[in-house]
């Protein structure tokens, strides 16, 4: 066994237990000031069941695979990976295609809620058991033993750690999992076109036809605060770091990898003319 592959709470549970409605749904809390929530530990509050089963619910999962395509499992073949941490499994959709595509796939999120979801999702979408693993990033190596050939971290997923401490140890604890020639796939927003392009043209985003809008709130070199707009009417908020590109590769480089190639954009799903994602490809050797 490579993993320590203990479920997280409520993973592998039957789903379906009655639960106070109010537990089931707790509402996103920022505090007073939301714009001086700024802190690495909050995702696994921001991440709340309505605000993660409505956007599954929304942006299904047929959408996502037609929108993405076959671009990350192309770039793994091309790699010749068979093994990959997906250390952002959220609610398991990247997860669940790599298993479907034949990779031995190993799922890591620090959100216990999330990795239920993933799990559940697994079953229900084609019948697959998720390994999954309830891991923080910065210690990923105290729960996750192994080498992998690949590291994923997709879905934006980076942006979630605001201090550069934190982004140093994440990264070298992705270094560290990763067999000598491995290498990591992380993606993130194209932060630098709505941190140079002025308050006044920054991008909204649409999903699912024009269903989903996710637009930045507010924006800082230290914060992009996205509001999630849903069609009946209910609004969730993201904090997230705003990750400049060439931080980004600089700071791969500086952990250890040898590489770093960043790739545009691979889906339709933006009104931008410019690449909504950036996609970095970090060797490890
Ligand atoms: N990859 C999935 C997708 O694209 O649908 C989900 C990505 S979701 C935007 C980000 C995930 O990263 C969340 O499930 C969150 O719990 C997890 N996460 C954020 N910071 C983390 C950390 N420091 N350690 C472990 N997981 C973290």
Request: net charge negative; hydrophobic share 35%; charged share 30%.
């Amino acid at each position: 066994g490579v993993t320590d592959s203990r479920p997280a709470s409520g993973a592998g549970v039957a789903g379906g237990q009655a639960e106070p409605a109010i537990e089931a749904h707790p509402a996103q809390a920022f505090g007073d000031d939301p714009l001086l929530v700024r802190d690495t530990d909050h995702y696994t509050d921001e991440y709340v069941t309505g605000f993660v089963e409505k956007w599954d619910e929304l942006i299904d999962w047929k959408k996502r695979y037609e929108s993405e395509g076959r671009f990350f499992v192309d770039l793994l073949k091309s790699h010749g990976v068979k093994s990959v941490l997906d250390v952002a499994t959220g609610t398991g959709f990247h997860s669940v295609r790599l298993i479907e595509e034949g990779f031995d796939t190993v799922s890591v999120d620090g959100s216990p809620e999330m990795l239920a979801k993933a799990f559940e999702n697994g079953k229900n979408y084609g019948g697959h058991i998720l390994r999954v693993v309830h891991a923080d990033w910065r210690w990923l190596n105290r729960d996750v033993h192994g080498e992998f050939d690949a590291v994923i971290c997709l879905g934006n997923s980076f942006t979630h750690l605001f201090s550069e401490r934190d982004r140093r140890k994440a990264l070298a604890e992705f270094y560290a999992v990763l067999k000598h020639d491995g290498i990591l796939i992380l993606d993130q927003r194209n932060y630098d076109a709505i941190l140079d392009s002025g308050f006044t043209s920054k991008h909204a985003y649409y999903y699912c036809g024009e269903e989903v809008k996710a637009e930045p709130e507010y924006v800082d070199e230290g914060l992009a605060r996205f509001r999630y707009s849903f069609p009946d009417q209910s609004q969730y908020h993201l904090n997230m770091y705003p990750l400049r590109k060439d931080y980004v590769r600089r700071l791969v480089r500086e952990v250890g990898f040898q590489r770093v190639e960043t790739y545009g954009d691979f889906q339709d799903a933006f009104s931008a003319d410019e690449p909504d994602f950036l996609i970095h490809l970090a060797e490890k050797s």
